[in-house]
């Protein structure tokens, strides 16, 4: 039995404790915002925060977690959709397929909480997540555009 602080919630879970994080997160707990892509930690899609950490869930076994550890999933990081990087994500309507964005989200909601004005020497070394709809530099505008507070053209 394994118990993690899941977006603010201590959920009690009986799995192996190889079991990836990630299966965990969508199989028992329900949240399917996180996705599978390609299970060996490469691409992304399955990234969520670990006590704000960008984490990639599909490779870590839930015993590498404990309760005292946050685990926060795309469906944590706003109820509501109001964090800047949803915002500026829906203003310049970044997705295409949108597989792989929720990932995405994550990774750059991490990297501005580490680092709130990113060069783009910055994104690209810390944004390292696979799109392959390639949708790179509307990625890249979205995370500018909430450094800047939503605002086109500051900073």
């Not at 602080?5 to 959920?11: A, F, I, L, Y």
């Not at 707990?29 to 950490?53: N, P, R, S």
């Not at 590498?64 to 990087?85: C, M, R, W």
């Amino acid at each position: 039995m394994a118990k993690l602080n899941v977006n603010g919630r201590m959920v009690d879970v009986d799995v192996d404790p190889d079991t990836p994080l990630l299966w965990v997160i969508r199989e028992q707990i329900g949240l399917t915002g996180t996705k599978y892509g390609c299970g060996v930690a490469q691409c992304g899609a399955c990234t969520v925060h670990v006590d704000g950490v960008a984490t990639r869930s599909c490779s870590m076994p839930v015993s590498a977690f404990n309760a005292d550890q946050k685990i926060v999933t795309i469906e944590g990081l706003s109820p509501d959709g109001s964090h800047p990087v949803q915002k500026a994500w829906l203003e310049l309507d970044v997705p295409q397929c949108g597989y792989c964005q929720a990932g995405m989200i994550m990774s750059a909601a991490a990297l501005l909480q580490q680092n709130p004005k990113p060069t783009d020497d910055d994104i690209n070394s810390e944004i390292t997540n696979i799109c392959r709809c390639g949708t790179y530099n509307r990625v890249r505008a979205a995370i500018k555009l909430a450094a800047n507070g939503g605002e086109v053209g500051r900073g």
